[in-house]
């Protein structure tokens, strides 16, 4: 056996985003209706100022400051209304002095109008006058064109997610058809012969398939796409076989399994035979994770890994180091760690970084108590059941001696 | 017109969550592969003790602790090496007195056997005998059966979200089909001669239809379901009947605009006498958002809601109200607030309660700087591209006299 060094979390990362840069990125046109939730591909920009024309946030008149001047409930100023500017149509006529136009919320305030008087401050007279009870300062309720956003103004950048308010700023600048990155084709391949499928009773010996539901789950949350989820037997032959086959169909594959040694010596010796020599990384410096095979297969244009066959090793690595990839790749910005505190001592692992789950508790009710605890879920063997609990994680450098009971911790979402 | 009193959001929350208590969830069941996403209404068992079989979690020899007592380096333990446990297949025979048997990571122990001995321990000797240089403790490595999850034990439970992590507690216990809840079927009525759609030019007057992409991805983000989307002209007959066919087809219908006074009490009108008389909340005691409008159709079962015609507000209510709403009847955890330190002193609106979109910033590099600011976003006319930017908001009670700089608060998420 070769004598293999491990790579830390970064230097693992570094040599995978140095493959992915080889692959560029496809991206796709979407009608809005179906970009929920996809990635921008590219900045929009308004082609348009917004709002387009002078627009009044109030229902009431459209007057000339000036001409309120000194207006109060019993001295009352009189005003020829000469237009009921309706919702939806242009303001047509001129405000002169002593003139004014009726505008609902939302409507064109007319030219010569600097300013709306709110209809709770009128009161109607013979049907073509009003009396203003108040003064009104310049601009008042009025929203200038332009003032939200202006020609030609990026509204949303590349890298955004279009969620909600995001589609709503898309519709408001009349993106009805947006560019946003296809997602990558990933294929799962889970290898063990003591694995048996989800609907399957396990015999002695035999544990369900996890790592192909936490892998696709977790692939198809970062907006991935899956195109092949398959068992394969622990035979040379058929891995090799499958590898190929998958590799020229996919951007990503991911071979599950492997945690016992010989298993991972085949799987990583089969990827690095069909990828031509492609794997660079033998080991993470990484509890749980150390068990991971990455490579690249310049041929096929595929990022080659290999995952641990514990559920949650397998799920921390692709978290930890997939999803930041895509999010870097898509122009995403990293989701903020939240600060908590935390509630107990937890000692570090030498040597390489650790990556614990926690739970976030409220600090309670006491004198300024506003802030949050981590409170790390440790099970011996690590079930997915635990992780299944967690809010997120912390994470502990390889130099770190361990985290002591009320340090601050930050805390990272898987997902 | 009647004098009509606002609801406070606990008010109007407390009504809604009245009426949706007439209208049982529906469920269905989803495979595994399909239930991603969504949220499930039974509380989920293991059948079986996980692990099923006492299993090694290392590479190594099964071995009797005892008999490895005193075993170093210099002094190893000779021991039999009487089977080789395959992965994914039983041990199948009994350890005894001097006896071990090779099992590698997850394999199962043999009967006789109580703690594991690595393999970085052990040296092979002529091939049927093993020599120990390392003494075990009992239960070393070994995971007992149903140490992780007991028989008839609840994984998880009602109104847990199918995330990464829970489709591998599912895929652990064999939950291969799953009972979740149905999307509530929602359609939005989009009012207003000003609106044109996304991919028409406004003229002059004009606008484009926001709210209903807002509201639309917003729905669908909940895990709702959209079925009918539709801008109606402002007409009382057109109005009439598009909430009489929308309200036979959907559990939750929202009309979206009416922000001017005289839009509104249509839109209420139109509400109240199709509901017969079902409109219980005719305006709410929060900023953005005062202009809504909630009701309950018995006959049809369905809630009514007319949201106001401001983008950011519309977003706002549907958020506050729905998403909550919808969190608890599906049983699911409201997620936790953010405590951050407000970065500006902030006014409140007397009498009502008012939520501020706000920007998550690290504190910085200072002493003990790991907490984050909150950024209020505040825009003259609150465009939706104030929220765009948002990554939650703040809510500020009615009797609340503002937020002082320095002061910590809770960010919340829209979404």
């Not at 009189?78 to 309706?86: D, K, Q, R, S, T």
């Not at 084709?185 to 539901?213: F, K, Y």
């Not at 037997?233 to 016992?260: F, H, K, P, T």
């Not at 990827?271 to 033998?282: A, C, E, P, Q, Y």
Request: charged residues 25%; proline residues 7%; glycine residues 12%.
């Amino acid at each position: 056996m070769k004598l293999l060094q491990v790579d830390t979390l970064q230097e693992a990362f570094e040599k995978l985003r140095e493959a992915a840069e080889e692959m560029p990125l496809r991206t796709e046109t979407k009608e809005l209706s179906r970009a929920f939730g996809r990635i921008l591909a590219e900045d929009v920009r308004s082609e348009e100022p917004i709002p387009a024309f002078r627009r009044s946030s109030v229902d009431g008149y459209a007057v000339r400051s000036a001409d309120t001047a000194g207006a109060t409930d019993s001295i009352p100023v009189f005003l020829e209304v000469i237009e009921e500017v309706a919702i939806g149509h242009p303001a047509l006529r001129r405000i002169g002095p002593g003139a004014c136009a009726y505008v609902p919320t939302g409507g064109m305030i007319p030219e010569g109008a600097d300013a709306m008087v709110m209809v709770e401050y009128t009161e109607p007279l013979d049907g073509r006058h009003v009396a203003v009870n108040a003064s009104v300062p310049y601009g008042k309720f009025v929203v200038e064109a332009g003032e939200d956003v202006k020609k030609g103004e990026t509204v949303l950048a590349r890298g955004t997610r279009i969620d909600p308010a995001q589609a709503g700023v898309l519709a408001a600048v009349g993106a009805s058809r947006v560019e946003v990155y296809a997602p990558w084709r990933v294929s799962i391949l889970s290898t063990g012969d003591e694995l048996v499928p989800v609907d399957c009773a396990p015999g002695p010996g035999q544990v369900r398939d996890i790592n192909t539901w936490t892998l696709s789950a977790a692939a198809l949350h970062l907006g991935m796409e899956i195109v092949g989820r398959q068992a394969v037997a622990d035979d040379e032959g058929a891995l090799e076989e499958a590898i190929c086959r998958e590799a020229s169909r996919c951007d990503l594959l991911l071979v599950s399994g492997g945690s016992s040694q010989g298993r991972k010596d085949a799987t990583m010796e089969a990827l690095d035979r069909i990828s031509g020599g492609g794997v660079f990384t033998h080991g993470l410096a990484l509890k749980p994770g150390k068990p991971t095979i990455l490579g690249y297969d310049a041929g096929r244009r595929t990022i080659l890994a290999g995952l641990p066959g514990h559920p949650v090793a397998a799920l921390t690595v692709f978290s930890l180091l997939f999803g930041r990839l895509w999010r870097e790749l898509t122009g995403q910005r990293e989701p903020l760690p939240v600060p908590a505190r935390m509630d107990t001592n937890l000692p570090a692992a030498p040597g390489k970084a650790t990556c614990v789950p926690v739970r976030l508790a409220p600090e309670g009710c006491g004198a300024g108590g506003t802030g949050l605890f981590a409170v790390p879920l440790l099970g011996k063997s690590g079930l997915i059941t635990t992780v299944s609990g967690a809010d997120g994680y912390i994470l502990m450098d390889r130099d770190q001696e361990g985290i002591r009971r009320d340090e601050t911790v930050l805390v990272y979402r898987y997902f």
